[in-house]
């Protein structure tokens, strides 16, 4: 074979170059996800993992609604974000923790798990992002995202992102 350099990539394949870090990307995508209520059938948890600003997360109001998505395995977690409603209502967005941990917390105290952030909010229109990037990686499987602000109340989420390299 003329050349006689390195084998080439096969046609197809990800071209990756030697030292490339992979990319953090989002590992709560489409991952199964529970809540401590769902107010409307149309907004059940997975509504929050679904990737879509169209769709939301709705819970009934309680002392400490709660969201949990499983990751499926065990990550590297280097940043979170969170996606509250988009319109006027954005301003229920208080006091929302984020934590994870390795293993399956019934709720609603998560408190055994590491906290990744905490969005004391409320958010304004527009809606952004509340995001949290970690100074160092944290492991975890499970996230939750909690309501604390007393009293209690709804927690409504358009999306929840987890980052982490694959
Ligand atoms: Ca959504």
New binding site residues.
Partial sequence: MAGGGAPRAAAGSLLRFRGDAPTASNVALGKPTRASSVLYPDNYAA???????????HSDTEAKPYLVVDLGAAFSIESVRV?PRLDFNSSRFMGVEVRTGLTQVQGPDFTSYTRLALFPGPAYLPTTWFTQNLTQPVAGRYVSVQRTAEPGGLLE???LEVFARQ
């Fill in positions: 509504r929050a993992t679904d990737g879509k600003f169209d769709s939301i997360f996606m989420i358009t999306e």
